[in-house]
């Protein structure tokens, strides 16, 4: 269930718009701040409140990679791993994620404090490797910059 | 003593924040605080926040001006805030350890700043300095006084070409949209930058928010449009904090909505948000992605100004692009051709990424010798090495090597060498990149980013990653470099939309300036030593000191030796991951 703050914006969020699809992104966004992923329940939420078909939701939801379908941790590690990124060594900080953290690509850690997801580039390529835990950058990242980091992330 | 018209700017960009830029603002406050002026401060010294002035290497940039005398510090720490409060801005002596070096002076000194001219030096957050310099002036002549038609003329005389691209001319958009009779259309802004290697928008919005939303009413009263979107990557957090509340300073102070100006000419935007789809920065899928669908592009004719959001007339534009307007209605179409060739007028804003000193964001005058680029403004490759190629415009992109770097950076002379001008990147690689490397990872990239909707760019941009995936590994073909020829011209000629047309193109190019290095992968070397499954490491005896810093580092038990004396690589256990290569002071571990 959304809360009821949550139906209130969803629903200032659809008259902004002409026709209730168009609200489909800002509308799944919300559902998954409500509900932590996209599961079958979010869907069925969104779909209530903009009287739009599940599976339309879920076409629309599938195709957008920062829609997540599965429970993720409490912080996001969103490592770049792009061209400017990965020739000054994002690669060997992914391998540090994996070894030191057990954070796979797409993966949670068991006590579910960090998740990693790959990102394509993320803008900060000037001063590159970057990522971003949550919404705040991180720039020119060693490993042992990536440690002291993660340990602000309880 | 006492400080006097004292200004103080931090660079607060995403990387100004990132290096630690809050807490510079902090500890200048707290140390202003402790020295007993703080009376004094509120009038006589000013702090601000600036966006990004291009150098974020050097970040915390720090503008400390004294009496009209402006310092800049590099590296600014919060532990050196009390030496420059005390020394600089109580006894004006610059603490000269830490000003700024010949670099950052050479990095500016063969810039041409139009989008950029206010980025670095204004603060983003605050609308009135962006019209203490002249803000908003061009938006109230042309909506108060000049007709459309006039408007469009000189965006059209300027010569001004899309930054997000494909270079089309402006002012020939807006008239065609202009000339649709319908009572309802929309004035979009392209801000989903997601070019790898480009960040040239993120900073301009993030440091100029005002210039686009200039540039937004400009073209919405030109051609007709009282409704904008602004449609920006969800990746930029700050860009989109910034962007919102120049939204509402705008619209506070009447540039934006009913009645503009006290004219009959209304006008709103709005920021939609994208979700992380690379393929939505393509104009007709970015149109489907605001309408709440899939964004998947469609097939061009019926081009956006004819039938686009909603199937109403609409333009889309860059932000670079809408960023130029402003400053080009102010000093005037003549001002702006006077830069560049005959055929790109104006500058370009770069962002100069990879094996460069001077990484960041730079604008320069079209026409501008790839060449002056690299050396003077960049400084150069990192650790003095050669240069090997530069990679421009990205995925759609190509790499020029090292021989033509006087090639002259505008539209026409980068597609004749076979790259393109696209939004900006330019990733500079030395002797330590392999180009098949390079070709396979921007194809990883578009193969995901691929939207599925055409076979050509689907199955196509696949089986041209797996050929790839095959040469890199060591089991590539007799013939696989002509079959990526001849499949990248089936995927270019037979795709939909601008991603699967363009895909092929780190491909192409690398094979025609860096055939050899293909060969060389099909027979089993990589000469870049980058391919893992290429590569055999061992240790060379007349460097190895037996200290044994690689056994300890293998993490496969592959290294064995005692200590003091020679140690050895199995090549039948090595798991080619490198950290023994890392690992060795003596530079004894060698990997080819
Ligand atoms: C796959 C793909 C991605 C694109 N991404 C962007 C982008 O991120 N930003 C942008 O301004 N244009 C992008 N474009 C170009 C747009 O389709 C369009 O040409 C441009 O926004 C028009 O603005 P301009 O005339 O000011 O350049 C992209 C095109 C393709 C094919
Ligand atoms: S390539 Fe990593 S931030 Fe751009």
Not at chain 2, 45 to 61: E, N, P, Q, S, Y
Not at chain 2, 179 to 201: L, T, V
Request: hydrophobic share 40%; proline share 4%; with cysteine.
């Amino acid at each position: 269930m959304l809360s009821e703050a949550a139906k209130k914006e969803l629903n200032e969020i659809r008259q902004k718009y002409p026709e209730a699809s168009a609200a489909l992104l800002p509308a799944l966004y919300i559902a998954q701040r409500e509900f932590g992923h996209l599961g079958a329940d979010a869907y069925e939420a969104v779909s209530d409140a903009l009287g739009v078909p599940k599976a339309i939701a879920r076409g629309v939801g599938t195709f957008y990679a920062m829609y997540k379908h599965k429970p993720m941790g409490r912080h996001i590690v969103q490592l770049c791993t792009n061209v400017s990124c990965m020739i000054l060594g994002a690669e060997k900080l992914s391998d540090f994620l994996k070894n030191e953290y057990g954070l796979e690509p797409g993966g949670t850690t068991p006590d579910k404090r960090f998740s990693l997801v790959i990102m394509e580039c993320i803008g900060a390529c000037g001063t590159a490797p970057a990522m971003l835990v949550n919404d705040d950058f991180y720039e020119n990242l060693t490993e042992k910059h990536i440690e002291e980091i993660l340990e602000k992330y309880k | 003593m006492k400080p006097t018209n004292t200004v103080i700017k931090v660079c607060m960009g995403t990387g100004g924040i990132a290096a630690g830029g809050s807490d510079v603002m902090d500890a200048f406050r707290t140390e202003l605080d402790a020295s007993g002026i703080e009376a004094t401060v509120e009038k006589n010294c000013l702090m601000h926040k600036v966006g990004c002035r291009g150098l974020c290497a050097k970040d915390v940039l720090v503008d400390v001006i004294v009496k009209g005398q402006k310092t800049t510090y590099q590296y600014v720490k919060p532990e050196m805030i009390s030496r420059i409060v005390k020394e600089h801005i109580i006894e004006n002596n610059p603490v000269t350890d830490w000003v700024v070096g010949d670099d950052y002076h050479n990095f500016h000194k063969k810039q041409l700043k139009v989008v950029l001219s206010d980025c670095g030096s204004i603060d983003p957050e605050d609308i009135d300095a962006y019209i203490a310099g002249k803000g908003y002036e061009a938006a109230r002549k042309v909506i108060t006084s000049s007709a459309p038609e006039d408007v469009i003329g000189i965006i059209k005389a300027s010569g001004l070409r899309g930054r997000g691209g494909a270079g089309f001319p402006t002012g020939v958009k807006w008239e065609a949209a202009m000339k649709q009779a319908s009572k309802q259309k929309y004035m979009i802004c392209n801000a989903d930058e997601g070019d790898p290697g480009a960040f040239m928008d993120r900073s301009v919005i993030e440091g100029n928010p005002h210039a686009v939303i200039e540039g937004m009413i400009i073209g919405a009263y030109s051609i007709g449009a009282d409704k904008g979107y602004v449609y920006i990557r969800a990746e930029y957090p700050l860009a989109v904090e910034r962007l919102r509340k120049a939204l509402s300073d705008a619209r506070t102070r009447g540039f934006l909505g009913k009645d503009i100006l006290g004219t009959k000419f209304s006008f709103d935007i709005k920021v939609k948000l994208g979700a992380g789809a690379f393929v939505c920065g393509e104009e007709t899928a970015l149109i489907a992605s605001i309408e709440g669908q899939r964004g998947m592009p469609r097939a061009k004719p019926p081009f956006p100004v004819y039938s686009g959001l909603w199937g109403k007339p609409t333009v889309i534009n860059n932000v670079e692009t809408l960023a130029n307007v402003p400053y080009i209605i102010r000093n005037g179409a003549q001002w702006f051709s006077s830069f560049g060739t005959e055929k790109s007028k104006g500058t370009k804003v770069f962002a100069l990424t990879g094996k460069i000193k001077n990484s960041g964001l730079i604008e320069v005058p079209m026409g501008i010798p790839l060449r002056e680029i690299i050396y003077d403004i960049g400084g150069g490759i990192e650790g003095d090495r050669a240069l090997k190629a530069v990679q421009t415009g990205g995925p759609s992109g190509g790499c020029i090597p090292a021989e033509m770097l006087d090639t002259p950076v505008d539209f026409e002379s980068l597609a004749k060498v076979g790259s393109i001008v696209g939004s900006g990147g330019m990733v500079v690689l030395d002797a330590d990149n392999c180009m098949v490397n390079m070709a396979q990872y921007f194809l990883q990239f578009t193969q995901m980013e691929s939207c599925g909707k055409c076979v050509p760019c689907r199955i196509g941009t696949k089986r041209l990653l797996e050929i790839l995936d095959r040469i890199t590994k060591g089991k590539g073909k007799e013939g696989d470099i002509e079959l990526l020829e001849k499949l990248s011209a089936d995927i270019k000629a037979a795709s939909l939309c601008g991603l699967g047309q363009t895909a092929p193109n780190p491909i192409l190019s690398t094979i025609k300036y860096f055939r050899d290095e293909y060969e060389a992968h099909l027979k089993g070397k990589c000469p870049a030593a980058v391919c893992k499954e290429l590569l055999t490491y061992y240790i060379l005896e007349e460097f190895c000191k037996g200290c044994g810093a690689c056994l300890r580092a293998c993490p496969a038990g592959a290294i064995t030796g005692e200590k003091k004396k020679l140690h050895k690589i199995d090549p039948a256990v090595c798991i080619k991951c490198g950290a023994c290569f890392d690992v060795c002071k003596f530079k004894a571990v060698k990997k080819e």
